[in-house]
């Protein structure tokens, strides 16, 4: 079993930049694949992107993509979300997650294991 924590959220003026960290204890981090999600107020949570455990593959969301990048450093059990070009919908809860390993393949990005999230506000 893996424990989560997130790192980096804030309050950032729209255009800013943001670099969430996601510190993982207790198994490896390489024995993962991994992803970040968000939910915003009154929204169901939802996929931002994801990462394979070598750091080789990566996917985004349609309204992330090309703006957020996921990386990964598996000697320091982290993984990132480096946001550019922050806009006020980027408002929201950001939380990491281990992936379930089929859910990779399938690309359906299920969390297994948890964060407890990091708040993330972008002023207009």
């Known amino acids: 079993q893996v424990q989560l924590v997130e790192s980096g959220g804030g309050l950032v003026q729209a255009g800013g930049s943001l670099r969430l960290a996601c510190a993982a204890s207790g198994r490896a981090l390489r024995n993962y694949a991994m992803g970040w999600f968000r939910q915003a107020p009154g929204k169901e949570r939802e996929f931002v992107a994801a990462?394979?455990?070598?750091?080789?593959?990566?996917y985004y969301a349609d309204s992330v993509k090309g703006r957020f990048t996921i990386s990964r450093d598996n000697a320091k059990n982290t993984v990132y979300l480096q946001m550019n070009s922050l806009k006020p919908e980027d408002t929201a809860l950001y939380y990491c997650?281990?992936?379930?390993?089929?859910?990779?393949?399938?690309?359906?990005?299920?969390?297994?294991?948890w964060g407890q999230g990091t708040q993330v506000t972008v002023s207009s």
């Open positions: 990462i394979n455990w070598s750091g080789s593959g990566t």
């Open positions: 997650a281990a992936l379930e390993d089929s859910s990779w393949y399938t690309r359906s990005f299920i969390g297994n294991y």
